[in-house]
T-cell receptor, first 113, second 117 residues
Framework: DSGVTQTPKHLITATGQRVTLRCSPRSGDLSVYWYQQSLDQGLQFLIQYYNGEERAKGNILERFSAQQFPDLHSELNLSSLELGDSALYFC????????????FGPGTRLLVL | AQTVTQSQPEMSVQEAETVTLSCTYDTSESNYYLFWYKQPPSRQMILVIRQEAYKQQNATENRFSVNFQKAAKSFSLKISDSQLGDTAMYFCAFMKRRGGATNKLIFGTGTLLAVQP
């Protein structure tokens, strides 16, 4: 158990819908990262927050957004969902922004039908 | 841009034997971290081992060790006394080291390791 929690574990929805994925970092970690794992694109970095502020963006679609709240939990919002958004979405956390190992949550498996 | 290459899509090893997984990377950075993560059938991403590029000594964690060749940009993982529980997808990952700034992990495509009884 890495100490990073993600909810829900599984999500099944329809095209065009909107979903919210939630992540709670390890106690004491200020930095949260979101990654997407899909069959065709592998593991890709989406976005990172540090102590409530956005720090870096990767290959994140405009239909996707995220935020980190004062209690340091983070949410990833996916809207206007398409079949190709079906993937495993990981949250990871680390103590500092950039110099520490990232510990991963169990992931949220999203299936868009 | 940095890239990570794992040229072995699948490997198989007998229980109690030793196996080495290969990873090469391309970067112009001099300061960085390298990682091996394990993803068993549960799909959880588990840190196996970490190496700081400025350290010449190869990292070791119990049965897991790395062979870090900085000049060759090679970072292989050796698993000794393989166990059935080692069956998983193994990902090599690169991260630039830059104090105070975030750094994403750049992953290879993974090597699926099967440990046979």
């Amino acid at each position: 158990d890495s100490g990073v929690t993600q909810t829900p574990k599984h999500l099944i929805t329809a095209t065009g819908q909107r979903v919210t994925l939630r992540c709670s970092p390890r106690s004491g970690d200020l930095s949260v990262y979101w990654y997407q794992q899909s069959l065709d694109q592998g593991l890709q970095f989406l976005i990172q927050y540090y102590n409530g502020e956005e720090r870096a963006k990767g290959n994140i679609l405009e239909r996707f957004s995220a935020q980190q709240f004062p209690d340091l939990h983070s949410e990833l919002n996916l809207s206007s969902l398409e079949l190709g958004d079906s993937a495993l979405y990981f949250c990871a956390s680390s103590v500092l922004a950039g110099d520490e190992t990232q510990y991963f949550g169990p992931g949220t498996r999203l299936l868009v039908l | 841009a940095q890239t990570v290459t794992q040229s072995q899509p699948e490997m198989s090893v007998q229980e109690a034997e030793t196996v080495t997984l290969s990873c090469t990377y391309d970067t112009s950075e001099s300061n960085y971290y390298l990682f091996w993560y394990k993803q068993p059938p549960s799909r959880q991403m588990i840190l196996v081992i970490r190496q700081e590029a400025y350290k010449q000594q190869n990292a070791t964690e119990n049965r897991f060790s790395v062979n870090f060749q900085k000049a060759a940009k090679s970072f292989s993982l050796k698993i000794s006394d393989s166990q059935l529980g080692d069956t998983a997808m193994y990902f090599c990952a690169f991260m630039k080291r830059r104090g105070g700034a975030t750094n994403k992990l750049i992953f290879g495509t993974g090597t699926l390791l099967a440990v046979q009884p």
